[in-house]
Nanobody, 126 residues
Framework: QVQLVESGGDLVQAGGSLRLSCAASGSILSINTWTWDRQSLGKQRERVASISSDGSISYADSVKGRFTISRDDVKRTVYLQMHDLKPEDTAVYYC????????????????????WGEGTQVAVSS
């Protein structure tokens, strides 16, 4: 049993900041990789940022220097701190947890892969 709950999406003016959060709930032992994607109308889904359990981080070129991804493995939560937001950042942002090791009651340990949240809307006005 795993659930991802996203929060932090909002309306903001260009140049503003937002912090997105995505928390995993359940009897989770570990999460290998956290990822943030975004989807805008008329554009294909874009990988924004990712962070692995070894601390390695990657960003899309379009957000480098403005966005920061981080994780808290005690709270089982990933964050995306966004600064200097631009209208082109407007999108639904989705978090993904890959290779979640968790305990199924009465069964034992299982692994979930590519587990997605439902998305949170970020809208940036010019």
């Amino acid at each position: 049993q795993v659930q991802l709950v996203e929060s932090g999406g909002d309306l903001v003016q260009a140049g503003g900041s937002l912090r997105l959060s995505c928390a995993a709930s359940g009897s989770i032992l570990s999460i290998n990789t956290w990822t943030w994607d975004r989807q805008s109308l008329g554009k294909q889904r874009e990988r924004v940022a990712s962070i692995s359990s070894d601390g390695s981080i990657s960003y899309a070129d379009s957000v480098k220097g403005r966005f920061t991804i981080s994780r808290d493995d005690v709270k089982r939560t990933v964050y995306l701190q966004m600064h200097d937001l631009k209208p082109e950042d407007t999108a639904v942002y989705y978090c993904n947890a890959d290779r979640i090791l968790f305990r199924e009651p009465g069964v034992g340990e299982k692994v979930a892969v590519d587990y997605w949240g439902e998305g949170t809307q970020v809208a940036v006005s010019s």
